[in-house]
């Protein structure tokens, strides 16, 4: 017996019930005229994942639940389709004083104009970006339907159903093979970082060896806020070998084949190949650029071209993912600003073909200290000075901004919001902030990955090589250097690494070679800097651990370790 199963990997957006129930209707007809009688979509694909506070909202339940209707009515006439859809359930329960949740995160099992299954998930994740408990109630009961064309015995494939996280434990997936599963279906909105992939590859695999099944997971594609979701849906076989995986950062449809040889299972289906923890970099930051930009109607970026490596590398970023036609530049020279800074912003805005304008800050600037010059009489000049100059080019880009309607793309990376190297209300000023998780010496790395790769057909480097290899510098001041503030990079990075996204203790830092005066200066850095960080735009997450949802101190905070 055969079953030709879909996994829809498909980027929703969240709280387009319409276009998302249409979505899901189109892939599923195309599907169906491709002999496929299962469809799998992602978690919560009718909403989207995650919509947070709007799951406390009825009517956006109530909404939710119409929009399950909908694709159920307009695929009623496809005989044998079974058609899985993720979707929240339930209400609150308001005959208490406090509301009690009765929601849950649940998924549908449609055939044929009706629901004829529906599961709740099991396992409700609160780590990480994770925070399911604030909004749902675990499931009890497992879910196995039947799937596909009767062959001459009646029989059809038996699937077990689980949600995400569920995965992630054994008992799931023993009680769905308990209750006659041969197949485990799992779908899923799992938040890229770098590894991630892999990890759940590998995770997977445990659970197909210790339950004895074969494994279908369906994944969420797309960027969401601050998350990205690469797809990577694949399928696993009896013995954990990977029977199909479909493309990363694109939406997909992967179609495989479940034959049924004697009494076992056994899928077959196209496998994607394995890629480079760089390329996934690249396209999580375009696919997130990409989705920010399109899902919230921007009709474009503008951002500040310094010359250095940061700025160099947004747009870069930014070029892959709108066109050049969507991202305009503006060079702003400070009386510091050296000769080849402009040079190579000039040059690398030539390069990619954007739209490239020069507005000196010099008057605005010498304006500022002529206004201030009471003040300040007597005291010499410092950094007050400096971010003078960067939030005159803020309030620059942001009228840019308010004017035309382009949305501002900030270029601080982690290591400067880490240790507060960067401008409350001058280079953070902002709406979206492309490489705020990653460190200065992935910056440098994923530069030179982009010069050597050219994913998107642009043809040529779009990094002057001196953009790369020169010191990197604020310059807002005479002959200044980052390293003047902040110890060296390579340094830098590793302590930050160990510290904020491995918790690892400062003493075990300093054992591991680092000296103590520089663990002591980054680890305290980034507990005066709590403040800054939380008025900064959202950013894109590529790390297990990134400044947002995954990092939660006060600013208000007297613990010294």
């Known amino acids: 017996m055969t079953l030709k199963l879909c996994v829809a990997q498909l980027n929703f957006v969240v709280g387009d019930l319409a276009g998302n129930a249409q979505k899901i209707i189109q892939a599923a007809r195309s599907a169906y005229a491709d002999g496929v009688r299962l469809l799998l979509t992602p978690e919560l694909s009718i909403c989207g994942y995650a919509a947070e506070d709007l799951f406390l909202r009825p009517a956006f339940i109530a909404a939710c639940d119409d929009a399950v209707k909908t694709v159920a009515r307009e695929l009623a006439g496809l005989k044998d389709l079974s058609v899985v859809v993720g979707h929240p359930s339930g209400g609150d329960n308001r005959t208490r004083s406090v509301a009690v949740p009765t929601r849950h995160n649940a998924a549908s099992v449609l055939r044929e104009g009706t629901v004829v299954a529906t599961y709740a998930k099991r396992e409700l994740p609160n780590y990480q970006v994770f925070d399911e408990r604030r909004y749902f109630t675990p499931g009890q009961d497992v879910c196995v339907f039947e799937a596909g064309q009767a062959d001459e015995q009646g029989r059809r494939v038996k699937v077990g159903l689980l949600i995400c996280e569920d995965a992630w434990f054994e008992e799931p997936a023993r009680l769905t ?34 339950c004895g099944l074969p494994l279908v997971y369906a994944h969420l594609v797309g960027g969401q806020d601050e998350v990205v979701f690469e797809g990577h849906s694949f399928a696993l076989n009896l013995d954990g070998s990977v029977a199909g995986r479909a493309p990363s950062f694109i939406e997909n449809m992967l179609f495989a084949h479940v034959n049924r040889a004697q009494a076992a299972i056994e899928i077959i289906a196209n496998v994607a190949p394995e890629r480079t923890t760089d390329a996934d970099l690249w396209d999580a930051l375009v696919l997130g650029v990409r989705d920010y930009i399109g899902k919230n109607g921007f009709p ?65 600037f010498e304006a500022f200290k002529k206004s201030l010059a009471g003040e300040f009489k007597g005291l010499a000049e410092d950094t007050t000075e400096e971010n003078i100059q960067a939030r005159i080019r803020g309030t620059l880009l942001m009228a840019l901004s308010n004017k035309f309607g382009s949305i501002v793309l900030t270029t601080g990376n982690k290591s400067e919001m880490a240790t507060g190297y960067c401008t409350l209300y001058g280079d953070m000023a902002g709406g979206f902030a492309v490489i705020k998780d990653l460190l200065k010496t992935t910056v440098f790395r994923l530069a030179r990955w982009r010069n050597a790769n050219d994913p998107y057909g642009t043809g040529q480097e779009p990094i002057p090589e001196r953009i790369i290899t020169r010191p990197p510098s604020a310059e807002l001041r005479p002959d200044q250097t980052d390293q003047d503030s902040l110890p060296a990079y390579e340094v830098l990075d590793a302590i930050l690494e160990r510290y904020m996204e491995n918790d690892q203790r400062i003493e075990d830092i300093i054992a591991a070679g680092f000296a103590a005066a520089d663990v002591e200066k980054v680890t305290r850095l980034i507990k005066i800097n709590e403040y800054k960080r939380r008025q900064s735009p959202v950013g894109i997450r590529v790390t297990h651990r990134s400044f947002g949802k995954d990092w939660r101190y006060p600013i208000t905070n007297r613990f010294r370790a």
Do not use: C
């Open 177 to 210: 093979k308990a209750a006659g599963a041969e197949l485990l279906a799992v779908i899923n909105a799992s938040p890229f970082h770098v590894g991630k992939g892999l990890e759940r590859e590998q995770t997977m695999r445990e659970r197909v060896l210790a």
């Open 300 to 364: 474009g970026v503008l951002l500040g071209l310094s010359g250095g490596i940061d700025s160099a590398l947004v747009l870069a970023v930014a070029v892959d993912a709108l066109g050049k036609d969507k991202v305009r530049t503006v060079m702003m020279p400070s009386p510091y600003t050296a000769d080849i800074s402009w040079m190579d912003a000039h040059e690398m805005a030539g390069r990619l073909g954007v739209r490239y304008d020069e507005i000196s800050i010099v008057p605005e």
